[in-house]
């Protein structure tokens, strides 16, 4: 087993003593209430189930407004000859249209007004559950406080970045717009 003082190098060590030591345990989050919320998809992947092995789609979606701003729900599509209308569906209100889609990131800024609703187990567990969700808009994503100024892209590429007004990703195929 390692020790402490092996991972916290330096002088971070009583930084951290200090701050476990001012700090107060976190909430358990439990489940959401049911009900319709505010939230962009913050992304998309494949998955299989860890039980039976059924292929899958993941959507998690952060709620974006009121008391649980900040808190993720998951909406599971399952790629099955039984379930691919509904996955499609689904997948077709935030634009993917070809599984090869589901290789690629979600687009950031999709706002969806997401009906979770609650649900319980044989033994009790009480879990959230995404019913349904409506596509509401776009949002321009937050910018990246770490991404480069213009005035840095610029100096970088020698002055010669792309004014055309074509996406740099554009290859011709009219591609560069899908998700």
Not at 18 to 46: C, F, I, K, M, R
Not at 112 to 123: E, N, P, Q, S, T
Request: proline share 6%; glycine share 10%; aromatic share 6%.
């Amino acid at each position: 087993m390692g020790k402490l003082s092996d991972i916290l190098s330096g002088s971070g060590t009583d930084d951290i003593r200090n701050l476990w030591d001012a700090s107060d345990e976190a909430e358990d989050y439990g489940p959401l209430p049911p009900g319709e919320y505010v939230a962009h998809v913050a992304s998309g992947e494949l998955f299989t189930s860890r039980t039976n092995h059924t292929p899958g789609y993941k959507l998690t979606f952060r709620l974006i407004e009121g008391e649980y701003a900040g808190r993720l729900v998951w909406h599971d599509l399952w790629l099955t000859p039984a379930a691919i209308p509904l996955t499609k569906r689904d997948l077709g209100k935030l634009g993917v249209t070809s599984l090869e889609q589901l290789e690629r990131p979600i687009p950031l800024g999709i706002r969806c007004r997401v009906k979770v609703v609650l649900r319980r187990d044989d033994d009790g567990t009480e879990y959230n559950r995404v019913r349904r969700f409506d596509v509401l808009g776009i949002d321009k994503p937050e910018s990246d406080p770490f991404a480069p100024t213009d005035t840095a892209d610029d100096a970088a590429d020698g002055g010669t970045a792309n004014t055309s007004g074509e996406s740099a990703a554009d290859d011709g195929t009219g591609d560069a717009a899908d998700v």
